[in-house]
Antibody, heavy 120, light 107 residues
Framework: EVQLVESGGGLIQPGGSLRLSCAAS????????MSWVRQAPGKGLEWVSV???????YYADSVKGRFTISRDNSKNTLYLQMNSLRAEDTAVYYC??????????????WGQGSLVTVSS | DIQMTQSPSSLSASVGDRVTITCRAS??????LNWYQQKPGKAPKLLIY???SLQSGVPSRFSGSGSGTDFALTISSLQHEDFANYYC?????????FGQGTKVEIK
C-alpha cells in the first residue's frame, strides 16, 4: 500500500529555517517524480517544487532561491528545506507522488499534510 | 505561467442534482488536465486525469470532458459525500497551476 507521511512542520519566526520530511512506503521515491504542494489557510492549492526521477529539480517563483527539494534514497524519504521563511509561506505542505498516465502526469497519492506557521 | 480559472467559485445544490464545474486555461493545454476533490482537513484526492479518465476507485457519477482550453467536471447525481471543494490542475508545463477551487455546498 502506498503511503506518504509528512513531518517537521511547526511554528517558526520570519527569517527562520525548517525542513519538512515525507517518508514513503509502498513504492520507491527515487523512481518517481515527487512534488510539494502547499495550501495557505482558507486558500487554494499551490504547487511548490518537484524532483524528477533523474534528479532534476524545479521550483515555483515564489520559493525559488529559498527552498530546496531533495531525497534520501536509503531512507526512501523526500525533503523540503525551507530557508528565509516569510509570513506568506504559512500553509499546510503536502508531498505528493506524480505519475504519468497516457502521457499526462497527475498527483495520485498525497500525504496528510504538515502545517508550517511563520509568525513572530 | 498558465492560469487556470474555475467557475463558479461556489454553488449550492441538492442531493440528486446534476452539477457541472468548468475550468478554463489561459492557453491550450491539450488534455493535460486533472481534477481533485478536497474535504475539510484532508488531502486532495485525484478524481479525473488526462481530462476524462476516471481514477481507479472513483464512482462513475464523476466524469470529465474537454480539451484545449475548456474543461468540465460533471457529477451526474450529487451524493452527500460529494459536498467538498474541487480543483482543476494542469500538468502541461512547469509550474503546474491549480484553479482557485469550487466549493459545492448543500442547498
Amino acid at each position: 500500500e502506498v503511503q506518504l507521511v509528512e513531518s517537521g512542520g511547526g511554528l517558526i519566526q520570519p527569517g527562520g529555517s525548517l525542513r519538512l520530511s515525507c517518508a514513503a512506503s509502498g513504492f520507491i521515491v527515487s523512481n518517481n517524480y515527487m512534488s510539494w504542494v502547499r495550501q495557505a489557510p482558507g486558500k487554494g492549492l499551490e504547487w511548490v517544487s518537484v524532483i524528477y526521477s533523474g534528479g532534476n529539480t524545479y521550483y515555483a517563483d515564489s520559493v525559488k532561491g529559498r527552498f530546496t527539494i531533495s531525497r534520501d534514497n536509503s531512507k526512501n524519504t523526500l525533503y523540503l528545506q525551507m530557508n528565509s521563511l516569510r509570513a506568506e509561506d504559512t500553509a499546510v505542505y503536502y508531498c505528493a507522488r506524480e505519475v504519468m498516465v497516457r502521457g499526462v502526469s497527475n498527483f495520485d497519492y498525497w500525504g496528510q499534510g504538515s502545517l508550517v506557521t511563520v509568525s513572530s | 505561467d498558465i492560469q487556470m480559472t474555475q467557475s463558479p467559485s461556489s454553488l449550492s445544490a441538492s442531493v440528486g442534482d446534476r452539477v457541472t464545474i468548468t475550468c478554463r486555461a489561459s492557453q491550450s493545454i491539450s488534455r493535460y488536465l486533472n481534477w481533485y476533490q478536497q474535504k475539510p482537513g484532508k488531502a486532495p484526492k485525484l478524481l479525473i486525469y488526462a481530462a476524462s479518465s476516471l481514477q481507479s476507485g472513483v464512482p462513475s457519477r464523476f466524469s470529465g470532458s474537454g480539451s484545449g482550453t475548456d474543461f468540465a467536471l460533471t457529477i451526474s447525481s450529487l451524493q452527500h459525500e460529494d459536498f467538498a471543494n474541487y480543483y482543476c490542475q494542469h500538468s502541461y508545463s512547469i509550474p503546474q497551476t491549480f484553479g482557485q477551487g469550487t466549493k459545492v455546498e448543500i442547498k
